[in-house]
């Protein structure tokens, strides 16, 4: 499992799980992307932008990332119905 920080503005909490630590969309999309054709296929995301778990939505959907397992936690207020829609592959926590 990978662990990835996504925010723009916070640093990396202090006790640091994170095994990177990105500031756009375009950024995490790109090593997700990567980590998965390695072959890591459950990634946990702590992040404040939904656009995010969109577009993974759709990697999903599409067959081209059908083995992907998210564990998500948004550390902002961000409510979306998109984990509950999703529940069998990504999870929040």
Do not use: C, Q
């Not at 799980?17 to 375009?26: L, P, S």
């Not at 992040?47 to 059908?66: A, V």
């Amino acid at each position: 499992m990978k662990f990835i920080y996504v925010d723009d503005l916070r640093p990396t909490p202090a006790g640091n799980i994170y095994d990177e630590h990105f500031k756009t969309v375009n950024d995490t999309l790109k090593y997700v992307r990567a980590a998965y054709k390695a072959g890591t296929t459950t990634f946990f995301l702590d992040l404040n932008n939904i656009e995010i778990l969109n577009e993974l939505e759709t990697l999903h959907d599409s067959g081209k990332m059908r083995h992907l397992k998210l564990k998500v936690h948004f550390h902002s207020d961000i409510h979306s119905t998109i984990i509950k829609r999703n529940h069998k592959w990504m999870e929040e926590v």
